[in-house]
């Protein structure tokens, strides 16, 4: 059993070594909506490693590729869902929440946002935390693709190239 602590609150989870940091448990602890169910394609599980980033496995090339679209990455972030624990590690994630769905900040109009409302595949603040949401910021999300791992496993089954 190895230990991870979450940063700033310093609660410890346990899991089992070699289990991806995102286990279902520690997900629904921590609120990750995990949109793409844990494929590495999105940045709904993506964390900061304060401390013992050895003790994860190595960054892979799905992962390496998808960080590289979430704009808030930096070199201590991981996808919770593919770094495997093998020790303890100390980790903190982006402030804010992930959206769903483009409708959802649409329904959303005219209130304040609690708290950063951040895009599911590249991590982007949508809006701060404080401010309304306005349909400015609905407008931002015109044509922007939300599931963009569906069309990947669309294009796989009729036989065409995931990219
Ligand atoms: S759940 Fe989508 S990358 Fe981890």
Redesign the pocket.
Known sequence: VKQIKLQPSGEVYEVKTNTAL?TDILAEKLG?I????????????HVFVKDGGDNLSPVSDREKK?LQRVTSCSPASR????ARVHGPVEVSLPEGRYLESAEELESLIGRRAETNILHPVTGQVLVKQGQIISKFATRQLKGADFKPWEIASKTKTTGGKAV
């Open positions: 995102s990750l995990m949109a793409c169910g844990g494929h590495g394609l999105c940045a709904t599980c998808t996808l919770a869902c593919q």
